[in-house]
């Protein structure tokens, strides 16, 4: 007599993630995907140095597996969503907000922007128009408008605007303001450039001295609107080139970004950890990153990094 088959599905076997240590690290940021639909002349993520190949994918039941293991091993309680455009696995996304106490998600805007009600989605746009288009593509600035007097204004997520501010269109800062000010939106942020070793784009400040004034300028926009932008005076006066250093060290040993654990898709769809969230080749010295002075500054008075 033969023998009765059973039909046994075994659950596909899931790769364990990456060993990255044995580190605490309050804070994660992951590369959902390295596909992106635009390609701004600034971006660090396609940099030659970093793991970015739009071929190199984890299918989404390793990833929600590979990002709880590493929540638990490292203790991560909060997450920042990122690519490439995270959007592009908004499914997975939404899946993955909830594996961690805070959730957060960065987005060109173009496919929309998601309802989180709770967590905070940065949209990033990079100026007025013409000078937005310029970095972000043609037509993006008016898509990412749509995206933004599209949504429920009320749903509960808190939006941001952020201007990364570059060499090209720091002249932007106070139209960028003017225009949005008005936008059903919680609020506008100021980042700056974060430059290679030896960046040739032109678009970073050789002399820190010479950006001190486009900080000042920032400054300017919050006295005007304290309400309108998010930016902190104390941590922008951080920024200035007379003490920079001071959040930043020559090569991050003084920031505190290094102490997030940047999750980028690597080779064969694994997670690698560059040297900071900004990639592998930084040069610290000119960073431009606002939540490295803000989280010295907030550090240096005792405060905690979600009080002003
Ligand atoms: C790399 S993008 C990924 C998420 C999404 N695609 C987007 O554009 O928002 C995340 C943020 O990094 C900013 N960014 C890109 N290159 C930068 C650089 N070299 N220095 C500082 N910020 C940069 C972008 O403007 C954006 O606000
Ligand atoms: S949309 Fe974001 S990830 Fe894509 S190129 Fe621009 S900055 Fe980079
Ligand atoms: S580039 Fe900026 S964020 Fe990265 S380690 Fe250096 S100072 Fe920190």
């Known amino acids: 007599m033969g023998r009765a088959k059973v039909n046994v599905t075994l659950a596909p076997e899931l790769r364990e993630p990456t060993d990255f240590g044995d580190g605490h690290f309050a804070a994660g940021l992951v590369n959902v995907t390295n596909v992106c639909n635009l390609s701004c002349t600034h971006c660090f993520v396609f940099r030659a140095d ?13 990833m929600l597996h590979q990002l709880e ?12 969503f990122m690519g490439g455009e995270p959007m592009i696995r908004k499914d997975l996304v939404m899946k993955a ?5 805070h959730s957060s998600i960065v987005t060109n805007a173009t ?4 309802s989180v009600p709770g967590h905070l989605v940065t949209v990033s746009l990079d100026g007025p128009e013409e000078l937005s288009d310029s970095i972000r593509g043609q037509g993006v600035f008016q898509k ?3 995206s933004v007097f599209a949504r429920d204004a009320t749903d509960g997520t808190t939006v941001i605007l952020q201007m990364t501010v570059t060499k090209q269109n720091a002249p932007g800062i106070e139209e960028f303001v003017e225009t949005v000010k008005g936008w059903p939106v919680d609020g506008i942020a100021f980042t700056f450039y974060v430059p290679t070793m030896n960046d040739q784009t032109g678009l970073g400040w050789d002399d820190l ?6 900080v000042r300028r920032v400054i300017a926009v919050k006295q005007k609107y304290p309400h309108i932008v998010k930016s902190n005076v104390g941590a922008l006066e951080m920024m200035f080139s007379d003490r920079s250093m001071e959040a930043t060290g ?3 040993e003084n920031c505190g970004i290094r102490r997030m654990l940047p999750l980028y898709m690597g080779e064969g769809g694994n997670f690698e950890r560059p040297f900071c969230c900004y990639g592998n080749d930084v040069d ?13 500054y907030k550090r240096s008075r005792g405060l905690r990094e979600d009080e002003d």
């Open 50 to 62: 970093n793991p970015n190949k739009p071929k190199d994918k984890m299918d989404d039941a390793t």
């Open 69 to 80: 293991v590493l929540r638990d091993k490292h203790q991560i309680k909060s997450m920042l």
């Open 97 to 101: 907000m909830p594996l961690f106490e």
């Open 111 to 114: 496919y929309g922007i998601p």
């Open 144 to 146: 990412v408008k749509q």
């Open 209 to 214: 001295r010479e950006r001190d004034d486009v």
């Open 250 to 252: 020559e090569r991050g």
């Open 284 to 296: 610290c010295t000119r960073c431009g990153a606002y939540a490295v002075f803000n989280g010295h």
